[in-house]
T-cell receptor, first 113, second 113 residues
Framework: GENVEQHPSTLSVQEGDSAVIKCTYSDSASNYFPWYKQELGKRPQLIIDIRSNVGEKKDQRIAVTLNKTAKHFSLHITETQPEDSAVYFC????????????FGAGTQVVVTP | GAGVSQSPSNKVTEKGKDVELRCDPI?????LYWYRQSLGQGLEFLIY????????KSGLPSDRFSAERTGGSVSTLTIQRTQQEDSAVYLC???????????FGPGTRLTVT
């Protein structure tokens, strides 16, 4: 089955700097890659996703890039703000099976003012 | 519109007791998922319902865990003879037909004493 690895496990950044989280996946048939943000005590919320027919997607200060050949994808947060502090999870899915998302272990991001 | 809801929000039970956790998905969503999140950990898939198809139970950790979904809507996750290692946040998510995005509920925090 699919295996998703996520790095780093913790990330501390100064407000205004950029943050990058990287994930690798094992199943080359995976073709949908969402990112979720989970604030302390809250539910995971989808913040951005990318499909395998696209190499990059941006939404304001966040962007996701996908390298299908290398089987890795990354989340980029620019101009970080304290409210970006949260745990971020990547995930992978092969849509032909409409099955379960395989999640990475999560990255704790702390943005210090 | 209303999001995914779960009840109770918190449940404390004694070891050996049975518990039932409830999930109300977003109206019209055909797929429903249960995940478990232990303290500081990622999301562990438990079970997946899609329409009237047989559920994917491949993530259930033992035969003490079961789930049902009545009328294609509300789902109940039952844990029999609870153990201390069952303590976790149990998250439910739903997904609309022919789309990939999953929307999470707030979770039920289960504590087994």
């Amino acid at each position: 089955g699919e295996n998703v690895e996520q790095h780093p496990s913790t990330l501390s950044v100064q407000e205004g700097d950029s943050a990058v989280i990287k994930c690798t996946y094992s199943d080359s048939a995976s073709n949908y890659f969402p990112w979720y943000k989970q604030e302390l005590g809250k539910r995971p919320q989808l913040i951005i996703d990318i499909r395998s027919n696209v190499g990059e997607k941006k939404d304001q200060r966040i962007a996701v890039t996908l390298n299908k050949t290398a089987k890795h994808f990354s989340l980029h947060i620019t101009e970080t703000q304290p409210e970006d502090s949260a745990v971020y999870f990547c995930a992978a899915l092969r849509t032909d099976s409409w099955g379960k998302l395989q999640f990475g272990a999560g990255t704790q991001v702390v943005v210090t003012p | 519109g209303a999001g995914v809801s779960q009840s109770p929000s918190n449940k404390v039970t004694e070891k050996g007791k049975d518990v039932e956790l409830r999930c109300d998905p977003i109206s019209g969503h055909t797929a429903l998922y249960w995940y478990r999140q232990s303290l500081g950990q990622g999301l562990e898939f438990l079970i997946y319902f899609q329409g009237n198809s047989a559920p994917d139970k491949s993530g259930l950790p033992s035969d003490r865990f079961s789930a049902e979904r009545t009328g294609g809507s509300v789902s109940t996750l039952t844990i029999q003879r609870t153990q201390q290692e069952d303590s976790a946040v149990y998250l439910c998510a739903s997904r609309p037909l022919a789309r990939y995005e999953q929307y999470f509920g707030p979770g039920t925090r289960l504590t087994v004493t």
